[in-house]
Nanobody, 120 residues
Framework: QVQLVESGGGSVQAGGSLRLSCAAS????????MGWFRQAPGKDREFVAR????????FYADSVKGRFTISRDNAKNTVYLQMTNLNPEDTAVYYC?????????????WGQGTPVTVSS
């Protein structure tokens, strides 16, 4: 079992920055990949970013490349999403997720989400 708790969401003006955090507990954090997703009002949930178990490999949605950075601190059991140059299209509830099943890239644990609102 893995428990995930996001924090750091809030309201910001366009062009601003926010850093989201996701604290994990339960299974050894350094053994699984982590991801960030988001869901805007009236839209499906979409992938934002992923980081490998060791932090050496990262992947991003095209819509956030160059603006968002995913990272992790395995000593603190925490994954981060640094968001810069935010725009109103980034408004959504952001979720972190854990991919703990060996050999699978699917995410099997999810946090409760933290809302981000970007005003123009």
């Amino acid at each position: 079992q893995v428990q995930l708790v996001e924090s750091g969401g809030g309201s910001v003006q366009a062009g601003g920055s926010l850093r989201l955090s996701c604290a994990a507990s339960g299974r050894t954090f350094s053994t699984y990949a982590m991801g960030w997703f988001r869901q805007a009002p009236g839209k499906d949930r979409e992938f934002v970013a992923r980081v490998s178990w060791g932090g050496g490999r990262t992947f991003y949605a095209d819509s956030v490349k160059g603006r968002f950075t995913i990272s992790r601190d395995n000593a603190k059991n925490t994954v981060y999403l640094q968001m810069t140059n935010l725009n109103p299209e980034d408004t959504a509830v952001y979720y972190c997720a854990a991919a703990t099943t060996v050999g699978s890239s699917s995410y099997d644990y999810w946090g409760q989400g933290t809302p981000v609102t970007v005003s123009s």
